[in-house]
């Protein structure tokens, strides 16, 4: 599922949603879209009503024989003949209500976008019950048909779009219009809590939980799709989990309905954040307020610092390691690890996921959210000013940062040095640059050469690591110096016995990673809190750190060596380059 622009006869339609009389400097428009023909949503909702009895019947099937008979035809199990026949009945029924509702919703839909109209919030839910209930169909393509559904009307209505002034004073100024009328998100849910209860109900019927009224406790304590379904940000990391764990039959519609929920989140970011960054330049105090909660209100700000459900820091930490688990996972194979991600099953009309593609998504979203944290701490929203206007209580940006050194580098994902490579690759090199620099600082303050490093320095880590620790105040966005950690490295480097670092492998890729940050935007380097002041040093510093890791390794040339993995090598030899092109650019510039 991919991601693109309105198309052209949806522009005409948008600006029809959006006409009419508007705020003086607005930044944010609800648009408003009429409702498809009544008698024909009508139908819809007695179709998705069939498509809910049959789902009952499926789901007590399922619940009643247990195990005892396939979810799927293929597997080994040798079911009971007569649950073998309910199970093909209830299979057929769901299937039969499945596919009429789905065609139903296409033919609506189609008939609905050149008239601006849109299927109502009840037709889209139910197609989201569709999509994600594959597991208790016999046929793929009942899910996979409301997936291209739910993409297209996603396409047609999208969650939210960059436009501007046409007149007024804030003429060519620009403002989000923003809508649900057309996509499914997790922060609706509160308005229609049937829908979640049935999402966790599919999931407890694929499972073989059983549905009744005995079996409460067993509810409670039941398979983990059902026990975690509790807040948007929980549905997020079991989907993750889904689409990254082994390989268990009918969970394509988790991983279609994962790929459609990024998009909706990404699409509402993205004209948000270009509306954010657009109106940079304002002045008047009222609208750098509004400019502010363009943020605020987006769909990933508000499932991930947890506005309308309470979530917890593990909850983020635990959507923070399974990305980097993600991300690392191709990676971690060339390492000789064993990783394997059920994304990888080829999914018939739904397509296929494969563990490279899973990387992609989940380092995208991360990115999503760097981005987005990373833009509201440059406002300043995480400040103590701020925060009881935001209901942020932390530095969630800070909490980013600590929740990817854990599992990235200090085991919470165990991620091998190709993994952290893969991971820091997949970072914008203002962010990869940030967090190394952070790492640095931890362990600046756990090391007993502290009284080594010069003053200036060591003040700097000093306070990133505070930062870091406490998530303190941040009237803006964190940049760590990196001579202040290159400083660091080079004194752990020149102790004889100290090693501040898990290995020098690890060392070799800490510098790999601030090298090709710092060659791949040298601007970066204007930005530290002290390096204007020695901007030319750097290229040398980041040298000597790379000779002092050959030598410490006991090498005087780049080849195999126990202390230094084959990916650390390579590191070095890419990291040398990178360094010369620094200086080089460096030496231009100047």
């Known amino acids: 599922m991919t991601t693109s622009s309105p198309p052209a006869k949806r522009q005409l339609t948008l600006r029809k949603a959006c006409a009419g009389p508007r705020t003086s400097g607005e930044t944010e428009r609800q648009t408003q879209y009429a409702i498809f023909n009544e008698h024909k949503i009508q139908e819809l909702h007695g179709l998705a009503d069939g498509y809910v009895q049959a789902w009952t019947a499926r789901c007590s099937a399922l619940s009643m024989t247990g195990d005892r008979a396939p979810v799927r035809p293929g597997t080994t199990m040798k079911p009971d003949p ?25 033919r609506c839909l189609d008939q609905a976008i050149p008239k601006n109209q849109v299927l109502d919030r009840h037709s889209i839910e139910h197609l989201v019950l569709v999509l994600r209930c594959d597991g208790l169909h016999g ?76 079996d409460r406790a067993q509810h409670r304590q039941g398979p983990p799709g059902a026990r975690r379904l509790h807040s948007p940000l929980e549905l997020l990391v079991h989907l993750f989990e889904v689409a990254s764990g082994p390989p268990v039959p009918g969970r394509a519609g988790e991983v279609a309905f994962l790929q459609y929920l990024f998009v909706v989140l990404r699409v509402d970011l993205d004209a948000r954040l270009q509306a954010f960054e657009k109106m940079a330049t304002v002045e008047s105090e009222g609208l750098k307020g509004r400019r502010a909660a363009l943020l605020e209100h987006s769909l990933l700000a508000r ?33 000789g690890r064993t990783t394997r991600s059920g994304a990888a099953v080829q999914v018939a009309d739904m397509g296929p996921l494969l563990p490279v593609e899973l990387a992609g998504l989940a380092a995208e979203m991360l990115r999503a959210l760097l981005s987005l944290c990373g833009a509201m701490e440059g406002a300043g929203l995480f400040h103590r000013i701020h925060r009881g206007r935001t209901g942020a209580h932390q530095n969630h940006r800070m909490g980013l940062d600590r929740a990817l050194l854990a599992a990235a580098w200090e085991g ?24 190394l620099g952070l790492l640095v600082a931890r362990q600046f303050q756990r090391s007993t050469i502290q009284g080594q490093v010069p003053e200036g320095p060591s003040a700097a880590l000093s306070k990133a690591s505070h930062l870091l620790e ?121």
């Open 82 to 106: 007569e649950a073998h026949e309910q199970h093909l009945d209830t299979a057929e029924m769901l299937d039969t209500a499945g596919f009429r509702y789905v065609e139903a919703c296409q």
């Open 139 to 214: 046929s793929r393509a009942v899910s996979a048909g409301a997936a291209r559904v739910l993409a297209s009307a996603a396409l047609a209505f999208p969650p939210a779009n960059l436009c501007w002034h046409t007149q007024g004073p804030h003429s060519g100024q620009p403002f989000v219009a923003v809508s649900d009328a057309g996509v499914w998100s997790p922060v609706g849910l509160e308005l229609a809590g049937f829908s979640w209860k049935r999402l966790m109900w599919a999931d407890m019927a694929a499972s073989g939980a059983r549905l009744g009224e005995g």
């Open 303 to 335: 499932i991930y610092s947890g506005e309308l459900h309470l979530t917890s820091n593990d909850t983020r930490a635990a959507l923070v390691g399974l990305l980097v688990r993600c991300m690392a996972a191709p990676h971690d194979d060339v390492e």
């Open 412 to 435: 919470g994902a165990g991620c091998s040095d190709a993994g952290a490579c893969a991971v820091l690759a997949a970072l914008p090199p203002r962010d990869r640059l940030r967090l």
């Open 470 to 590: 406490d998530g303190a105040d941040a009237w803006g966005y964190v940049d760590v110096d990196p001579g202040a950690a290159l400083a660091f490295i080079l004194s752990d480097l020149a102790a004889p016995t100290a090693r501040s670092f898990q290995s020098l492998s690890r060392l070799a890729v800490v510098v790999g990673g601030l090298a090709s940050a710092l060659a791949g935007q040298p601007g970066l380097l204007a930005r530290g809190a002290g390096v204007e002041r020695v901007p030319a040093d750097v290229p040398a510093a980041l040298q000597a750190a790379l000779r002092g890791i050959v030598d410490k390794a006991g090498r005087t040339s780049l080849g195999a060596s126990q202390d230094l993995s084959r990916t650390a090598l390579f590191q070095l030899m890419h990291s040398q380059m990178a360094v010369e092109s620094l200086a080089a650019r460096m030496q231009t510039a100047a």
